[in-house]
């Protein structure tokens, strides 16, 4: 190989000492043509070619797949390599083949720059579309169309070419001349298109502060706008724009309206600012994400004639005031969080929601400004389906939790904490398949219902509910999905549940400042997976049972001794000893006595709620205590009914015997009497 590179350069100083290019002899030309096998296949052309061009290559290079030489079997007028991944650039010893009318290199990985010589001949066809050329066109001299039906073809569409096109006459897209034009017959688009689009995306570079951006900023400079770093391109258009914390900073340039294919814009978590008087950019974009910046004034009343399309709508954390009245049918996601925005719910049938067929994610959460009654808005959604994400939290919205929520079987997260929301909670209000449910910080009353298996979080922390921990599904527990279950500062009591531990998903357990009574169950040293276990500031008494003194807890935060990794039960009534382990920031009491200062544990000194007497003891194999006691009893009162009725029957013949026996001693003197009588005749 490396003697074929050594002849090609000395045919080409032979070349430059002639100071112009001459035609190539017939073995000159063999050598032209393994200058670009070399070059352009040598590495990724398809094995055919390579056996004919190199491995078992012909003396006589005619005879190569893809080479056509004229009827003398002298000059070649022909190549035809299409499709056979070609890559590199074209060498330029090309230009020596004088006799070459025909080149078909389409549909390749051929790069650089055309070259300039193609313009000095006429071509029976040039095609060198579907490459990756860039820079300008060629000025190709006019093509001659033959009379014959063998008519001159010329295409370079499908690269990556800008311009300036050529104007002279015959550059149009003729039926035969195929030059002008970038794919546009077969995709659709163009090359001014092209080249207008870079120019767009410099434009916003230049706008945003492109040169200090924090991002990598590759090839933003370059004329081809699908090499730049954070553009995706289809079909030689861009379709994504992803500069998610690149440090832009100024407005929103006009320029990406120029971006005319855009499906998806992500400038989120930059430093742009100012207002937005309309969405500017590509009526194509379906995803739109603008949040984490510095936007404010209203959101542009237009957008849903701007973008008919959008689905994803993301304009979080940012300080717009107001929302628009219409929104687009076609609309997924909108997630307005983290604005100041006003909005009133006695209005909403101002506003088009209803004809939001598609919604499934509405997030409007931190809005003080968002007021009236949630109802309101409910009822418009109730009817969406497919609707699975509902976060109206840290608003002003009141009002009573809709009942009909349970017919939405997609809801999955429902989010109303800190919002003036009030009432009890009816058990069959809630979605089927909830997983989700935040109602803390609210004004939620009454007994807590039982909630879906499929449950994962649960947090009603500051609220007036009542009654006892709620049950997670109506089967087994161990099919409960539950992980996070947060009562703290409510108003629930009753006795802490030993089943709470068959829970075996639980990561998080805040019961703290409720009103639980009773021992801590043993059964909840057996929960797999939890983290946190809060039972502070109850009315929980004393023993602490064996698991939690296993835990060898030094801290509130331990994570060595084998136990839970924050684990409190300040507050309650304990009472001493206590473990080693129960610092006061573990196990103080109610008024922040010292372990060390509790009362003992006497019988005396007890709480009130130890003394309960314990429960029956259950006989083995399950028999239940009330039917052995009531057996007991009916065995002894069998017994007592016997021993009376033998005693009633025993005494009534003993007293008959007793007067006959009377009878018959008087009877028996008087005999005696007569027979010993001197008066009696014999």
């Known amino acids: 190989m490396s ?40 590495q990724t052309t398809s094995v055919p070619f390579r056996y004919s061009w190199f491995i078992d290559a012909d003396p006589d290079h005619c005879l190569w797949i893809g080479v056509r030489c004229d009827d003398l079997g002298e000059n070649v007028v022909s190549l035809f390599v299409p499709s056979n991944v070609m890559s590199g650039t074209l060498p330029p010893e090309l230009e020596q083949l004088e006799h070459l009318k025909e080149i078909n290199f389409s549909f390749n990985n051929l790069q650089g720059t055309i070259p300039q010589w193609l313009s000095n001949r006429t071509w029976y066809f040039l095609f060198l579309n579907n490459n990756h050329f860039q820079g300008t066109y060629p000025y190709i001299l006019p093509v001659v169309v033959y009379e014959d039906d063998y008519a001159s073809r010329v295409s370079f569409a499908c690269n990556d070419l800008c311009e300036p096109i050529p104007t002279p006459d015959w550059c149009r897209p003729a039926p035969n001349v195929d030059y002008c034009t970038k794919c546009e017959r077969m995709y659709g688009y163009s090359v001014k298109g092209y080249c207008e689009e870079g120019d767009a995306l410099r434009d916003f570079y230049d706008a945003t502060g492109g040169d200090d951006w924090v991002g990598p900023r590759d090839n933003w400079r370059s004329l081809h706008p699908c090499s730049m770093k954070g553009v995706t391109c289809a079909l030689g258009y861009v379709r994504v724009l992803n500069l998610a914390g690149y440090g832009l900073t100024g407005t929103l340039p006009t320029a990406l309206n120029r971006l005319r294919l855009l499906n998806r814009l992500d400038l989120s978590n930059n430093f742009l600012s100012g207002t937005v008087a309309e969405l500017m950019i590509s009526v194509a974009v379906t995803d739109l994400n603008l949040s984490n910046n510095n936007f404010s004034g209203p959101i542009p009343q237009g957008f849903a004639t701007t973008l008919p399309f959008i689905q994803i709508l993301d304009l979080s954390h940012n300080n717009f005031d107001s929302m628009p009245t219409s929104y687009p049918s076609t609309m997924i996601k909108m997630d307005f969080s983290y604005n100041q925005i006003n909005f009133d719910f006695a209005r909403v049938s101002d506003y088009n929601l209803e004809e939001v067929y598609n919604m499934q994610h509405l997030d409007w959460s931190h809005n003080s400004g968002i007021v009236g009654e949630v109802p309101g808005l409910i009822g418009v959604l109730i009817a969406r389906s497919n609707m699975q994400f509902i976060d109206l939290s840290h608003t002003s919205i009141d009002g009573r939790f809709p009942s009909t929520l349970n ?106 400042y409720t009103l639980l009574s009773g021992t801590i169950p043993s059964s909840y040293g057996s929960i797999p997976v939890v983290q946190r276990l809060d039972l502070s500031y109850n009315k929980l008494v004393s023993p602490i049972p064996a698991f939690v003194t296993d835990f060898n807890i030094n801290d509130r935060n331990n994570t060595n001794g084998g136990g839970v990794p924050f684990f409190d039960i300040r507050g309650n009534t304990w009472c001493s000893p206590l473990p080693s382990w129960c610092s006061t920031s573990l196990c103080a009491g109610p008024d922040g006595t010292a372990p060390e200062d509790l009362v003992p544990c006497t019988p005396d000194t007890l709480p009130l709620t130890e003394k309960v007497p314990p429960a029956p003891p259950v006989i083995a194999n399950n028999i239940d205590v009330r039917l052995v006691v009531g057996v007991v009893i009916g065995g002894v009162a069998f017994v007592l009914l016997v021993a009376g009725l033998v005693m009633f029957f025993g005494i009534r013949p003993r007293r008959k015997y007793r007067r006959r026996s009377r009878i018959l001693k008087i009877e028996l003197e008087a005999t005696n009497q007569n027979l010993y009588s001197p008066d009696v005749t014999r």
């Open 3 to 42: 003697m074929m590179m050594s002849r090609s350069f000395v045919l080409l100083f032979l070349c430059l000492l002639g100071g112009a290019v001459h035609g190539a002899t017939k073995t000159e030309e063999h050598i032209i043509l393994q200058t670009l096998y070399n070059a352009t296949m040598s």
């Open 407 to 512: 017919l939405v079987s997609t809801l999955t997260y429902i989010d109303l904490s800190y919002s003036g929301v009030r009432g009890n909670l009816p058990q069959t209000s809630l979605p089927p398949s909830l997983s989700y449910f935040n109602i803390s910080h609210t004004n939620f009353d009454g007994p807590l219902p039982n909630f879906p298996a499929s449950l994962q979080v649960l947090d009603v922390s500051y609220t007036s509910f009542t009654g006892s921990i709620p049950l997670f599904g109506s089967s087994s527990p161990q099919n409960s999905q539950i992980r996070q279950l947060i009562l703290s500062h409510s108003t629930i009591g009753g006795m802490l549940p030993s089943s709470l531990a068959s829970y075996i998903k639980l990561e998080v357990v805040d019961l703290s």
